[in-house]
Nanobody, 126 residues
Framework: QVQLVESGGGLVQPGGSLRLSCTAS????????IAWFRQGPGKEREFVAA????????HYADAVKGRFTISRDNGKSTAYLQMNSLRPDDTAVYYC???????????????????WGQGTQVTVSS
């Protein structure tokens, strides 16, 4: 069983930056694909970014490509989401998720992930 805890959310002005962290316990972190999803007010949960464990490749939603960067430190069992040039429509609860053995075509689907954090609120507003 893997437990995930997110941190780093908060209130930021448009154009600002935040770095979210996702720290895992209870599993072998290096085995897991780690992803970030978000859910804005009145919206469905959507894929943001993923870092595949096996291929060590990163993948992004079009809406955040070029602004957000996902990374991981297996030694610290922690993944990060660096968010730059934030916009009001980035406002959402951000969740990290983990699973092992996902194929490439599955990594953008929330239903494929067995382990989730509790979420951290990101609000972009002036």
């Amino acid at each position: 069983q893997v437990q995930l805890v997110e941190s780093g959310g908060g209130l930021v002005q448009p154009g600002g930056s935040l770095r979210l962290s996702c720290t895992a316990s209870g599993g072998t972190f290096s085995r897991y694909t780690i992803a970030w999803f978000r859910q804005g007010p009145g919206k469905e949960r959507e894929f943001v970014a993923a870092f595949r464990s096996s291929a060590r490749t990163t993948h992004y939603a079009d809406a955040v490509k070029g602004r957000f960067t996902i990374s991981r430190d297996n030694g610290k069992s922690t993944a990060y989401l660096q968010m730059n040039s934030l916009r009001p429509d980035d406002t959402a609860v951000y969740y990290c998720a983990a699973d092992a053995g996902l194929i490439l075509s599955s990594i953008r689907q929330a239903i494929q992930y067995d382990y989730w954090g509790q979420g951290t609120q990101v609000t972009v507003s002036s």
